[in-house]
């Protein structure tokens, strides 16, 4: 099992930038998916089923992104410091939610499940929330 711990969340004005990180333990060869998702404010009842993918790492080592996100949000990993990162800009009022860091060791679930899909990733941060006001 894999412990992954966030932070980087905070509150921001609209058009502002934060840097999530999220810091895993447990695998050190590098064999891991990962990506962010969030979820956002009051859906909880949910449970996981709200969970939006926002940048996720293919286990080729190619990225994917939610729509609404391209082009302001960028996904990157450092191996070495077992980290991964989400670089957030020109953020937005609707991008305000609890992110969360998942992870897939050995990338066994992408082998069959879309890596945007909560269902692909067996192990998740407790969530760092982002408040972005206009």
């Known amino acids: 099992q894999v412990q992954l711990v966030e932070s980087g969340g905070g509150s921001v004005q609209a058009g502002g930038s934060l840097r999530l990180s999220c810091v895993w333990s447990?695998?050190?060869?590098?064999?891991?998916?990962m990506g962010w998702f969030r979820q956002a404010p009051g859906t909880e009842r949910e449970g996981m089923t709200e969970r939006e993918g926002v940048a996720v790492f293919n286990s080729d080592g190619s990225t994917n992104y939610a729509e609404s996100v391209k082009g302001r949000f960028t996904i990157s990993k450092d191996n070495a410091k077992t980290t991964l990162y989400l670089q957030m800009s020109s953020l937005k009022p609707e991008d305000s939610a609890m992110y969360y860091c998942?992870?897939?060791?050995?990338?066994?679930?992408?082998?069959?499940?879309?890596?945007?899909?909560?269902?692909?990733?067996?192990?998740w941060g407790q969530g760092t929330q982002v408040t972005v006001s206009s």
């Open positions: 447990g695998v050190t060869d590098g064999n891991i998916c």
């Open positions: 998942a992870a897939d060791p050995g990338c066994v679930l992408a082998k069959v499940v879309d890596r945007m899909h909560f269902m692909g990733y067996s192990d």
